[in-house]
């Protein structure tokens, strides 16, 4: 199994653009979700899945769209980049949705907006 | 909403030396507790986590966490560090919420081993 793969590993993007994080995972993993990483602020959940069809918004969610329209992919969409969304995401997922399932992470995507 | 506070955001030791990177939580009921490692430039991997069979857990790499209710603590050690050591360090703990399973991070514990 390949895990979480995660694509690109890095982007630059300029305000305004707009990008797709790809997302997928060979685990036949019900939950799916998204991180993001910023310096002194630990990982804060930006969406999640529980299943193909169903997304849901995490702590900072605003900028950001989602979809899961297969149980392997959840890509993450920012419609018009700003530099505060400069960060490192990672992706996530989790056999099911009982409370303390561990969740595997991805490798990550480096975003630089200008 | 749970919350997970990591005293220290950068711990130095030497090699060989005990390693504590601590963690303390807010529940009112028993919470599921994760420790997480990342090294540089690379996901999180997990390192060990409690679901209230023990209150000490051991993990991989020769980790160890101690489920303290009283103290809402679940502290992270391991006896003798090595160079490989060194990375970031997340506590999280897991909370049932919405339709799903929120993990909710500490701030991160940067670990550096001193030869």
């Known amino acids: 199994n390949a895990g979480v793969t995660q694509t690109p590993k890095f982007q630059v993007l300029k305000t305004g653009q707009s990008m797709t994080l790809q997302c997928a995972q060979d685990?036949?993993?019900?939950?799916m979700s998204w991180y993001r990483q910023d310096p002194g602020m630990g990982l804060r959940l930006i969406h999640y899945?529980?299943?193909?069809?169903?997304?849901d918004q995490g702590e900072v969610p605003n900028g950001y769209n989602v979809s899961r329209s297969t149980t392997e992919d959840f890509p993450l969409r920012l419609l018009s980049a700003a530099p505060s969304q400069t960060s490192v995401y990672f992706c996530?997922?989790?056999?099911?949705?009982?409370?303390?399932?561990?969740?595997?992470f991805g490798p990550g995507t480096r975003l630089l907006v200008l | 909403a749970q919350s997970v506070t990591q005293l220290g955001s950068h711990v130095s030791v030497s090699e060989g030396a005990l390693v504590l990177l601590r963690c303390n939580y807010s529940?009112?009921?028993?919470?599921?507790l994760f420790w997480y490692v990342q090294y540089p430039n690379q996901g999180l991997q997990l390192l060990l986590k409690?679901?209230?069979?023990?209150?000490l857990v051991k993990g991989i790499n020769g980790f160890e966490a101690e489920f303290k209710k009283s103290e809402t603590s679940f502290h992270l050690t391991k006896p003798s560090a090595h160079m490989s050591d060194a990375a970031e360090y997340f506590c999280?703990?897991?909370?049932?919420?919405?339709?799903?399973?929120?993990?909710?991070f500490g701030t991160g514990t940067s670990l550096t081993v001193i030869p």
């Open positions: 996530a997922s989790s056999p099911g949705t009982t409370e303390g399932e561990t969740q595997y």
């Open positions: 685990m036949n993993h019900e939950y």
């Open positions: 899945s529980v299943g193909a069809g169903i997304t």
């Open positions: 529940s009112s009921v028993p919470p599921y």
């Open positions: 409690y679901t209230s069979a023990a209150t």
């Open positions: 999280a703990v897991s909370e049932a919420r919405g339709t799903g399973n929120q993990f909710y």
